[in-house]
């Protein structure tokens, strides 16, 4: 949500920073942006939620603007804002914004405006496709290599998918009709790559399968080196969040290891021992029921010299998101723009 509010803020000729730093934290805030217009500037801390609050919960949120407030304009951002809660929150003293380019921030000598939508958007009913080779075919049209051509062809995706033309043929009208891709003739499609990624972000319901958990004193980017030295996990493997992408995108020491294979693992390998719950551990193994979160090519990261196999940026970045944590979600979105920008 608050990716879409700074998209529909820029659109709007609005410049939009996001501040790094502990002072996020530390504000109870998810983001701290620092926003321009006019050459006026202004901080706004922003809160968001899974959805706007009714109004006899008005009062209720006083408390969060008022600790909100020493570290910008508190800044609330919701899936739809209606004309009605818009103003209530005006009145009480946030500045607002939803993912469908409604907006109101207000800061001393600023204000900027804008309603585009009037009611709350009607929710789709129809889902992405999934049964076989469904997810392997729309992470292949998202593009996560480098070499792939603008548009694809069913045969290709099949080969990547590991499934009959046929069905990549099916997925891909059923993504039509969804307008996610457009036919460009002669048996090729054109991919909406980032509304392609947004959707399979919402509705992935996660890799499935089983999961062992362990801890390690070590580094775990240096766990993940040893992994990829030992021969014995030389079978499918791929290093994930937080590791993956601190690969790609170097943005804080990891503090969790997603490792996905098709064995379990022992601890010694691991240089770590087993973990009684997921809360205690810093190193989850998972052996995936959806195989398609190993890369149909090979993609690589290295560190101290040794070339790590890395799962797809597609579920690096959904893993960053599952995990959870502000930091994790600026991650995401910097691994998102490199993805879509390749």
Do not use: C
């Amino acid at each position: 949500m608050l990716i879409d509010v700074v998209r529909s803020l820029r659109e709007a000729g609005v410049s939009v920073r996001q501040l790094k730093g502990r002072r996020t934290g530390d504000a109870g805030a998810d983001a701290i942006l620092a926003v321009e217009v006019d050459g006026v500037r202004a901080r706004f801390a922003a809160d968001v939620k899974s959805r706007a609050p009714y109004p006899g919960e008005l009062r209720g949120i006083d408390r969060k603007r008022m600790t909100l407030a020493p570290h910008g304009v508190p800044l609330l951002v919701v899936p739809f804002v209606s004309e009605s809660t818009g103003a209530a929150l005006t009145d009480a003293g946030w500045s607002w914004g939803d993912e469908h380019g409604n907006f109101d921030l207000r800061a001393t000598g600023l204000v900027v405006r804008q309603r585009r939508a009037s009611s709350p958007p009607v929710r789709r009913r129809r889902t992405l496709p999934r049964g076989s080779g469904s997810y392997a075919i729309i992470r292949a049209l998202i593009g996560e290599h480098a070499d792939d051509d603008v548009s694809v062809g069913a045969t290709s995706l099949a080969s990547q998918a590991k499934v009959s033309q046929p069905r990549a043929s099916q997925v891909l009208r059923q993504l039509h009709s969804l307008g996610l891709v457009e036919s460009v003739g002669r048996g090729r499609w054109l991919p909406r790559r980032e509304d392609l990624l947004d959707r399979f972000l919402a509705e992935y319901p996660g890799p499935g399968g089983s999961e062992q958990y362990f801890y390690s004193l070590d580094p775990l980017a240096d766990v993940a080196m040893h992994l990829a030295r030992t021969p014995a996990s030389q079978h499918d493997l791929a290093v994930s969040a937080d590791v993956g992408p601190d690969l790609i995108r170097p943005w804080r020491r990891p503090s969790t290891l997603i490792v996905y294979t098709n064995g379990a693992l022992d601890a010694a390998v691991l240089r770590s021992v087993e973990a009684t719950a997921d809360t205690d551990a810093n190193v989850i193994v998972r052996m995936p029921a959806d195989e398609s979160v190993f890369p149909s090519r090979e993609f690589e990261g290295e560190f101290k010299g040794t070339s790590i196999p890395l799962a797809g940026p597609v579920q690096m970045i959904w893993d960053l998101l599952d995990l959870g944590g502000a930091d994790r979600a600026e991650a995401a979105g910097k691994l998102r723009q490199w993805l879509l920008d390749r």
